[in-house]
């Protein structure tokens, strides 16, 4: 673990975000000490609008000052910015370097907006929801594999890209009246088996509490 | 010695046209195997069993989706041309305006060509927006990559062969030349790129294959809105 000094890294981040979370796991993992800053959604700071105009949302890497934006991209930020520290896309290999990155692409389009739209919606939105949400998990555990983790004996790119939403299992499971360790038995294996990680174990919040969190924004939108 | 490289795609699709460029600049030869878009392949579906659409690339024995995957893996693969620029922070921030383009660009762009009414108003004034900020990149250079085209160059290529047709076809214009000067010099200049002169698709061949399928394209369009 490198010393006091904090190479200059911050991360404006909103504490249940997963995809704040992937950029705290990789940072991890990468044994790179960071400042955190938690940001305020519903009242976006200067800095926060500053470091990134376009999307202004979380999470945003600053190095020295110097932005980057979109977990995905951050994490691969990282990998290139700090080449001596363990490496999240397999290193020197094209092929397998492209298929984490379709696989954690995959992840993006698919499982958080099917997520929303389990706890949002209702009648045949939701069934549709519940379907699709099935489906997406089913196919991660096909490319999950044999495997210990996504990457083969490694945790890696895809691993950061899914586990935060490990811990939205548990609200899936509820609103979808689904059960992940039945319709996944590996999926469930491997969630457990990142859990162990100190970095996982750190940055995740209970699944407990992010339902809790759900629940909240449920009243807040006056949905029942 | 390679194995062959063999792109599943078609000449209309701008997705299809990321891999052919990126495969041109870096001066490997392919081959196209034209995909029946309305009638998919026991290939297609067999190689992209996942989202089932092109461009897929094969290489060997190796199948890779999803276009940008597909130009990272093709700048990482072979010899030639950087497509990426060297520097971390460089790369971030071209993968961040590749992303730019199909997550916040893509859907306004197409949807305020080709629906009409009060929603297309909304649609035109978020294309318009986002354009702003990719005039703005450009800052009076020749192309996002600098001097030469780059991986934003390739990822915004829906902006350059098919701006002037989908203009054409519709009868909508969103990309004011006055508005928009640098990006419409940019077109052009990556119109007339030389590297990518045998892929840059036939314009009358795409005028034709738009105006063939105008109705469809059109409720398409509608769909996606709705979505």
Known sequence: MAGEKKQGLQLLDFWVSPFGQRCRIALDEKGLSYEYLEQDLANKSELLLRANPVHKKIPVLLHAGRPVCESLIIVQYLDEAFPATPALLPAGDPYARAQARFWADYVDKKLYDCGTRLWKLKGDGHAQARTEMVEILRTLEGALGEGRFFGGEAFGFVDVALVPFTSWFLTYERFGDLSVEKECPKLAAWAKRCAERPSVAKNLYPPEKVYEFICGLKKRFGIE | ?227
């Open chain 2, 1 to 227: 010695m390679s194995p062959p490289i063999k792109i599943i795609g078609h000449p209309v699709s701008p997705f299809s046209h990321r891999v052919e460029a990126a495969l041109r600049l870096k001066g490997v030869p392919y081959e196209l195997i034209e995909e029946d878009l309305s009638n998919k392949s026991e290939l297609l579906l067999a190689k992209n069993p996942v989202h089932k659409k092109v461009p897929v690339l094969l290489h060997g024995d190796r199948a890779i989706c999803e276009s940008l995957v597909i130009v990272q893996y093709v700048d990482e693969a072979f010899d030639g041309p950087p497509l990426l620029p060297a520097d971390p922070n460089d790369r971030a921030m071209a993968r961040f305006w590749a992303d730019f383009m199909d997550s916040k660009l893509l859907k306004p762009f197409w949807l305020a060509h080709w629906i009409e009414g009060e929603a297309q108003k909304a649609q035109v004034e978020e294309a318009k927006q986002n354009l702003a900020l990719l005039e703005e990149q450009l800052k009076g250079r020749r192309f996002f990559g600098g001097d030469t085209i780059g991986y934003v160059d390739i990822a915004a290529c829906l902006l350059a062969p098919w701006l002037s047709v989908i203009e054409e076809v519709t009868g909508v214009t969103v990309v004011d030349e006055n508005e928009y000067p640098a990006l419409r010099r940019w077109s052009r200049e990556y119109n007339s790129y030389e590297d990518l002169k045998q892929c840059v698709p036939d314009r009358d061949q795409l005028v034709a294959f738009y105006n063939e399928r105008k109705e469809g394209y059109k409720m398409f369009a509608s769909a996606w809105l709705q979505q």
